[in-house]
């Protein structure tokens, strides 16, 4: 081990054996593996040793007083044969063709490797299944959704059990055994190597890449690199081959330690797909560990070639690329140097001839927009639109304004996600490509000048999902005034419209009404036929002073004679309030419960769903109640008295307390008409408010808007 450098010392951070062992860790560096852990360790000699360094138990009373108590598990030199050969980890997706071919490779040079092959599930999963029953030599894992390589590449390791590990992509095939990277790695200084890689249009040791700074990643961007002699200052690949890797390996053939990967850490899981590998290159480099590029003949490799057959996936994957590039600069070159990689590349697909031919063929037929994708209802509902038009067959384009976000993870492979600011306005528009906004400012500031930027062809339209108020506008005039340089408005249902009318005029005549939609498979309703004593009855959202939910405490107080429970879910600004209005005799019957994070549940253990808001858009919550079979009781407000029409929902006009308690008390006594309305509910959900239908309506705004 290397001696602690300076004199300054290692502040733990805990009183405990992690504390102590963070300490030492962080300080001793790739060496450690060999002399420091009770487990094996691969040494420089090519054997393979129970270490002599016993397992210590750090037992800490305070931070100044640390005792160590040692116990060994071997006699001293115990040893066993080191393996001949690294485990071979290999991720696929779609193409069997491809895969079967990478297997019969490794079979041929690599015969003693255990291969452990992870399926991200796709169209080509069948195949592969299929392809798995030739192999049973290989250990396979199936999984029932695209988890994106590192995380695919994070859980095969953890099944691996050798001391090395090759990562082989799946439309790679191994033409050697490796010799000149399993030699490179008997070096306990050395975190990984990779072979040369053969392909038609880069250079052998194109394995190995200079670090990533923003100007060699705009000059590859660019496609200058060759042009420009490949100067380090500028180009991210080696004139010839490295000495020494000051940037990071290539994943698509990588053999790496697994006792460099105990110390760096696994896959950062962010990088969907590429750049996993060049940020724990970096994290591996930091922690003083070196990166061999070995010349050997190592892989013959088609980049690309599981989605090279899709233009979809193809694109998916050149955006995954992007993205990544901003994420890699961001995290280790600061926030500074990813934004101005965005506006540069932007700028360089406006005037690269090749950029623009490359845009316009792979236009998207509709471009959203959204600030960012954390939860919330408008953002779910730009999720599922998303989704669904491209599992519809469109060609979607996602573009994130300001951030990614939770919901980031829900969004479908085939949709192309971009997070680009608002002033970086790509000049992407095909010949039918519609831009649908929302209407918070940066969105309609980059819907206008989008639109300028792609005219004439281009066409936008904005997406009112925003409650009118009712004594008040409630967008800004310069707001207003460019929606209306739009080429037309989506509300939520004609009252929507009408309400948002009332106080400032948001189109020129031009608009269409697309209610939003939900997927109803995840609230049928409850199958058992069982009466509740005392029925339950629940609302569902923030606890906001526009919701009114005292209105709702006071209505219940008053059918104190009756009974029922009343549970509140959600939290926000007005809880105390609601509190303060529940009467001391009913507070085991209205209970305040928290946040909902299964909406599904709370409604299938209901019997009444309820909301007293005084003005909303179109609340989610009420379509799910009614999906799920519950009778549903709301104030008639903007879209709720068409989703309600028909009898299916009560309507409460005026939104009062004499009007709630007349609605009610014959709701709480008549199981029956529970039962009746809550069936007319479902049964209009089902005809007209489900994702399946919105998808339509926009594919028909998209048809009628270029008509025009």
Excluded at 142 to 163: K, Q
Excluded at 428 to 437: C, E, H, K, M, S
Excluded at 464 to 483: E, I, K, T
Excluded at 695 to 701: A, E, L, T
Aim: aromatic share 8%.
């Amino acid at each position: 081990m290397r001696p602690f450098e300076g004199s300054g010392g290692r502040r733990i951070p805990a009183p405990s054996h992690r504390g102590l062992g963070w300490a030492i860790l962080s300080q001793a560096g790739p060496r450690l593996w060999r002399y420091g852990r009770g487990t094996p360790g691969w040494t420089s000699d090519g054997t393979t040793h129970w270490l002599q360094a016993p397992v210590c138990d750090w037992v800490a009373s305070d931070f100044g007083s640390i005792r160590r108590r040692t116990r060994s598990h071997t006699s001293k030199g115990a040893s066993v044969k080191r393996p001949t050969s690294p485990d071979v980890l290999i991720v696929s997706y779609r193409r069997a063709d491809l895969l079967q071919r990478c297997l019969e490779s490794v079979e041929r040079h690599l015969p003693d490797s255990t291969v452990y092959v992870w399926d991200n599930a796709s169209d080509g999963s069948p195949d592969i299944r299929r392809l798995s029953t030739t192999r049973p030599e290989v250990r396979w894992t199936f999984h029932d959704e695209n988890i994106g390589f590192a995380a695919a590449v994070n859980r095969l390791v953890r099944m691996s059990d050798s001391p090395t590990f090759f990562l082989l992509n799946p439309d790679a095939e191994l033409v050697s055994d490796l010799t000149g990277c399993r030699e490179a790695l008997r070096s306990a200084d050395v975190a990984a190597a990779a072979p040369w890689i053969a392909d038609e249009r880069h250079r052998p040791w194109d394995n190995a890449h200079r670090e990533p700074t923003l100007l060699r990643q705009l000059v590859n961007y660019a496609g200058w690199e060759d042009r420009l002699g490949r100067l380090s200052v500028l180009s991210m690949a080696y004139a010839r081959q490295p000495h020494e890797v000051n940037g990071y390996l290539t994943g698509a053939g990588l053999l790496i330690s697994r006792a460099a990967w105990f110390f760096v850490g696994e896959f950062d899981e962010r990088y969907f797909l590429y750049g996993e590998e060049a940020d724990w290159c970096r994290r591996a480099r930091s922690q003083g560990y070196t990166l061999a590029s070995v010349p050997e003949k190592g892989i013959v490799h088609r980049a690309a070639g599981t989605v090279s057959d899709v233009a979809a996936a193809t694109s998916r994957s050149a955006t995954l690329l992007q993205e990544n590039r901003v994420r890699y600069l961001t995290i280790h070159h600061g926030r500074a140097s990813g934004r101005a990689f965005e506006i540069s590349t932007a700028a360089i697909d406006r005037l690269q001839p090749s950029k623009r031919r490359v845009r316009r063929a792979s236009a998207a037929d509709f471009v959203i927009t959204s600030p960012t994708l954390s939860f919330g209802g408008a953002e779910r509902q730009r999720v599922a639109l998303a989704n669904g038009l491209a599992a519809a067959g469109e060609k979607v384009t996602l573009r994130l304004l300001q951030a990614e976000g939770d919901l980031r993870e829900h969004v479908a492979p085939n949709v192309d996600v971009r997070v680009a600011p608002y002033h970086s306005v790509a000049r992407d528009a095909g010949a039918r490509t519609l831009l649908i906004t929302g209407t918070t400012r940066i969105e309609l500031a980059y819907g206008a000048a989008w639109r300028a930027a792609n005219a004439p062809r281009a066409r936008w339209v904005v997406a009112n999902h925003h409650y009118a108020a009712p004594d008040s506008p409630v967008f800004r005039s310069g707001d207003s005034a460019l929606m209306r340089l739009a080429d037309g408005m989506i509300y939520l249902a004609e009252g929507h419209r009408r309400d948002h009318a009332v106080h400032q005029k948001l189109d020129r005549g031009r608009y269409w009404v697309v209610p939003n939609g939900i997927d109803p498979s995840g609230f049928e309703p409850e199958s058992t036929e069982e009466e509740r004593t005392a029925p339950t009855v629940v609302s569902i959202g923030r606890l906001a002073d526009f919701k009114q939910v005292p209105l709702l405490v006071r209505a219940l107080s008053r059918l104190e004679h009756l009974q029922w429970v009343f549970d509140i879910w959600g939290d926000g600004p007005d809880r105390d309030t609601i509190r303060a209005a529940i009467p001391a005799s009913l507070t085991e019957r209205i209970r305040l419960r928290g946040w909902c994070t299964d909406v599904a549940g709370v409604l299938a253990g209901a019997d009444l769903f309820c909301t007293s808001s005084r003005f909303e858009a179109q609340p989610m919550t009420i379509l799910e109640a009614m999906a799920a079979g519950l009778p549903v009781a709301s104030s008639a407000v903007a879209s709720v008295p068409e989703v309600l029409h028909g009898g299916a929902g009560v309507l409460v006009e005026p939104n009062t307390v004499d009007a709630w308690v007349a609605a009610l008390e014959p709701l709480l006594r008549d199981d029956g008409a529970r039962r009746r309305i809550g069936d007319a509910g479902r049964a209009r959900v089902l005809d007209r408010y489900t994702e399946a239908v919105m998808i339509d309506k926009y594919r028909n705004v998209r048809d009628e808007v270029f008509a025009r």
